[in-house]
């Protein structure tokens, strides 16, 4: 099936506390006239549904709400919280601070359900990937997630990787906004 056809939801964790910013809001921070979460919004505009793990803020498209417990509780919690509102059977699980993620990118990321991207020295880009949504459930299930990590739940349940091409002269699909040179980065080539 290709995936222009594919039924999947979205969750997006937009709930992390921006420390390396200075405690920003990261989603709501302006890049090329969109919001970073926006942007994010934008590449998952196929998807069923979309849910944001989060304080509530204005957006671009409709999206269902979610917050982790307790609140803070880390990317573990929050992607249990998410999850919980997956109602498709794929779901792709993105950062809501990649400014230059596209559609086309998230098509890679389902065409085989339990993708992750890879960056350009090999590291797992955890919060840019597609699973299995019954995997997922099965994976998270007794695991306490409440400040737990992300990496022994899903690597597990990734069945490939890939590194896909960047657009010539901008940053790859999976750059994020963690630093004031990342986001100076991000303003640049918007």
Not at 73 to 85: N, Y
Not at 103 to 131: H, K
Request: glycine share 12%; aromatic share 2%; hydrophobic share 50%.
């Amino acid at each position: 099936m290709a995936h222009d056809d594919l039924v999947y939801d979205a969750v997006v964790l937009a709930g992390g506390g921006g420390r390396r910013l200075g405690g920003v809001d990261k989603p709501g921070i302006v890049v090329g006239g969109a919001t970073l979460l926006d942007r994010v919004l934008a590449a998952v505009a196929g998807a069923s549904a979309v849910v944001v793990v989060g304080p509530e803020r204005p957006v671009v498209r409709p999206v269902r709400w979610a917050r982790e417990d307790p609140v803070g509780g880390g990317p573990l919690a929050a992607l249990a919280a998410g999850l919980s509102h997956v109602e498709a059977s794929v779901l792709v699980l993105l950062a809501a601070d990649l400014p230059f993620l596209d559609p086309a990118t998230v098509g890679l990321l389902l065409e085989v359900p339990g993708t992750m991207l890879v960056d350009e020295i090999g590291r797992n880009q955890l919060l840019c990937a597609s699973f299995a949504t019954a995997d997922l459930r099965c994976a998270l299930d007794g695991v306490p997630v409440a400040n737990g990590r992300l990496a022994p739940v899903l690597l597990p349940l990734v069945l490939r990787r890939v590194v896909p091409p960047a657009p010539s002269g901008r940053p790859a699909p999976w750059s994020d906004c963690d630093t004031e040179d990342d986001l100076r980065r991000a303003r640049e080539n918007a």
